[in-house]
Nanobody
Framework: QVRLVESGGGLVQAGGSLRLSCVAS????????MAWFRQTPGKEREFVSR????????GYSDAVKGRFTISRDNAKNTVSLQMDVLKPEATAAYYC????????????????WGQGTQVTVSS
């Protein structure tokens, strides 16, 4: 059984930082591209960032480029999202997801999802 478990969310003031982590189990982690999405009530889920299985390729949405950094540790089955200079509009539930290839994830084709972790940025 595949599980993705996010952690690290919380309340932070605008301009602050948070680091999200997602630990995966039940899959060959290094074989999967990973991604972070976020969602606020009443809105569609929004892509934030993705990273290839090796960690050699990554991508970001325009909204977070230059402020968020995705990374992974395949020895620990963990993908992380370092979020700096947070803005109130970053308030959302953040989800990690796994996809079979980087191209699949880029096309929105993901196979597994975590339960999410809430990030709240106060102004």
């Amino acid at each position: 059984q595949v599980r993705l478990v996010e952690s690290g969310g919380g309340l932070v003031q605008a301009g602050g930082s948070l680091r999200l982590s997602c630990v995966a189990s039940g899959l060959t982690f290094r074989s999967y591209a990973m991604a972070w999405f976020r969602q606020t009530p009443g809105k569609e889920r929004e892509f934030v960032s993705r990273i290839s299985g090796s960690g050699g390729i990554s991508g970001y949405s325009d909204a977070v480029k230059g402020r968020f950094t995705i990374s992974r540790d395949n020895a620990k089955n963990t993908v992380s999202l370092q979020m700096d200079v947070l803005k109130p509009e970053a308030t959302a539930a953040y989800y990690c997801a796994a996809g079979r290839t980087y191209q699949h994830v880029a096309a929105g084709r993901t196979d597994y999802w975590g339960q999410g972790t809430q990030v709240t940025v106060s102004s």
